[in-house]
């Protein structure tokens, strides 16, 4: 019995091994190497001896790398835009990801055919999606600017217009992932068992009570994971905002994985950057253990 | 059930099929075959032959067109050195940046490599680049073909770092077909910014959608604007910064006042996604102050005839220089090598002239005939424009930190483009911001 438990967990470290080793190479062991970097004042074009004591002299400078960011106004408008975007994204990802979700969940004629185009945007690459929507919130020549003008409204300048840019990055971001968000609501909505809803209409309950007594609350795991990727993955803006704005206009879009970025490979100097990436792990994770431990007030796993 | 041996072996062999995926790809842009260290080592030890040298040359500017080129010089230089093999790796001027920085930090810098004037000095500061001085005292080659402007590009506290490659200027383009129309006088290299301003606000009258000057109001533009104005973004030895000096407020009030008050200037949001050469094309746009390198684009892409003049000044004339250099990474174990590749094509005639007839950027090396080669390509007419250019250059500020001071006081005049800071708020802001940011000197 022993014996082939000790088979199995071979096997299974044998088709683990491909996957650990690269995890490894690519995230664990620059992971740490990170963690010592961002005690360092390293550029990051100079070798990088972390082995030898000369480095060390005349690189180690200790904490100072952590009280400068913590003291730089810099860092607390970066995590401020964040903040922005998160307040818009994540409630609008979620209701039109759930709407697109109810949608897609009724038999209709086409729905595959609907799925697929929902789903298209999370397989685009966020080069060629920023791009296609640096047009489409063109003041002048925009599709959305033209629209809005046929009702009679004059739109903004979008990206151009330091209030408004962040609101053009989270209409790209929601259109990028609601196909993604929406699946996972559509799977939830396919588990919900039909005869919670004849009886609620044997009841007497209208569509939207049992939207409410019903759906929501059964849907609530799915709320919880979908909460919690977007979460992280808004603190990880990063891509659309180099695309779309590059920071600007007037650092208006300045976030932290930009300045991660910026600091490691613009400004050369690593050892700070090492230390913003540092910090917004702590963020993140504080972030996530606070809704693990909220899931017990508002999640539902009875379905 | 799987055996225990059978389950070691697949162990064994998914961790070295891992590897055998995860080795470095052979460098594809070369079209001579690569001797690497082995068959080196491998090859009988014959006296009278040195053995063949590997040069690994990194750079970005042959991405843009110019890879036909620098292989044919690479051809001429293997031809006159047969120990010495050179392997190009060309990277998009986008990526070439991280590409650069991480060969450097990760201990596998290239032999040689190209540096734009804006990286140059952070690589000095971190000692990733070789001193050339004692180098360049080795050589026989002649260097006085290199303009004195374009080795003191290269040059930090007298000691030469990089060989000059190419350099380009910027100058004022202007769309003659609208000066025709309105009725105003061709720019000419005496012109000031009054001139420039007034040519611009007739041109701006022949509609609501006609814009009389493009001018960016960038960092980059506003050091070499600063200038014109005598004033500057740092005091004269770069230890400390001086962004809101009177001068610098009064050269940002002219460039706000163009977009906010006269409008001569299109404001970002009525350019709204074009940029800025996209717009000067419409044709709807009397003038443009941009680079050289803006020629080939213009030349196939503007329906309209256009020409180029000397940039306006202020109070006195001042004009950009941009240059990209070649560097010896100091780490290089084949540092003469490196180097007699990097001489080569900052110096030799054939280079020089390539470059002209293949049309891919400037030389820094002066030869004459090459020069009147290029001053005969048309348009624009006037291309004598561009060595006059170079008699007010203001070079880029030679300190480490230029990206990240860049992006912080980019941030500011944007703020004060829009109008949502005044120029004085707006360059009080950046200087405050630059100095809790940057530790000078």
Sequence with gaps: MRKNRNNHALAASAFLAPSMVGFLLIAAIPFALSFAISFTSWSGIKGLELFSPSFWQSNFIGLENYSKILKSKEFWVSLLHVGQYMVLYIPLMLVSSLGIAMLLNKPRKGTAFFRLLFYIPVLTSWVAGAIIWKWVLDPQYGILNDILARIGISGPAWLQDAKWAMFGIVLASVWKDMGFYGLIFLGGLKNINPIYYEAAHLDGAGRFQSFLKITLPMLTPMVFFVLIISLINSFMLFPQVMIMTNAGPAGATQVIVERIYKYGFSYYKMGYASALSWLLFLIVFLFTYLQQKLQKKWVNYDA | ?441
């Excluded at chain 2, 200087?431 to 000197?441: M, N, P, R």
């Design chain 2, 1 to 441: 059930m799987l055996k225990k041996s059978t389950v070691i072996l697949m162990v064994i062999l998914m961790v070295l099929g891992l590897f055998a995926g995860c080795q470095a790809p052979a460098a594809t842009e070369t079209t001579e075959p690569v001797a690497t260290d082995e068959a080196v080592a491998a090859q009988p030890a014959a006296p009278e032959a040195e053995e063949p040298i590997t040069i690994d040359f990194m750079n970005f500017s042959a991405n843009e067109g110019g890879l036909l080129t620098l292989g044919l010089m690479k051809d001429l230089f293997e031809k006159d050195n047969p120990n010495i093999k050179i392997n190009i790796e060309t990277f998009g001027y986008d990526t070439y940046a991280t590409q650069l920085q991480t060969r450097v930090g990760g201990g596998d810098a290239p032999d040689c490599f190209e540096l734009g004037l804006d990286a140059f000095p952070s690589y000095v500061d971190q000692s990733a680049v070789l001193s050339l001085d004692d180098l360049t005292a080795a050589s026989t080659t002649d260097l006085s073909v290199l303009t004195e402007k374009s080795v003191q590009a290269f040059s930090l506290d007298g000691v030469k770092y990089g060989m000059p490659y190419s350099y380009s200027t910027v100058v004022l383009i202007y769309n003659k077909d609208l000066f025709d129309q309105a009725g105003v006088s061709y720019p000419t290299a005496d012109w000031t910014w009054a001139d420039a301003d007034a040519a611009a606000l007739k041109i701006k009258a022949l509609g609501d959608d006609y814009y009389g000057l493009i001018q960016p109001i960038s960092t980059y533009e506003f050091f070499k604007v600063v200038k014109q104005y005598n004033g500057g973004l740092l005091n004269d030895d770069n230890t400390a910064f001086t962004v809101n000096r009177a001068e610098n407020v009064q050269a940002l009030q002219r460039l706000v006042d163009n977009v906010q008050v006269t409008n001569i200037c299109p404001s970002t949001e009525q350019r709204g996604s074009l940029d800025e050469w996209g717009m000067f094309k419409l044709g709807k746009t009397g003038m443009i102050v941009t680079g050289i390198w803006a020629f080939p684009s213009f030349t196939t892409d503007c329906a309209f005839a256009w020409d180029i003049a000397v940039e306006p000044g202020a109070e006195t004339k001042a004009t950009h220089y941009f240059a990209n250099g070649l560097a010896v990474s100091a780490d290089s174990k084949n540092a003469e090598a490196a180097y007699k590749w990097i001489e080569f094509l900052a110096t030799s005639e054939q280079v020089a002239q390539l470059r002209i007839q293949l049309g891919w950027e400037l030389p820094c090396a002066t030869y004459q005939t090459a020069m009147d080669q290029y001053a005969k390509l048309t348009p624009p007419a006037n291309r004598q424009a561009v060595f006059d250019s170079l008699d007010y250059v203001v070079p880029v500020p030679q300190i480490a930190q230029f990206s990240q001071m860049a992006d912080i006081l980019g941030a500011e005049l944007e703020a004060a483009a829009n109008g949502s800071k005044t120029p004085q708020q707006a360059l009080d802001d950046a200087q405050a911001a630059l100095e809790a940011a940057i530790t000078l000197g």
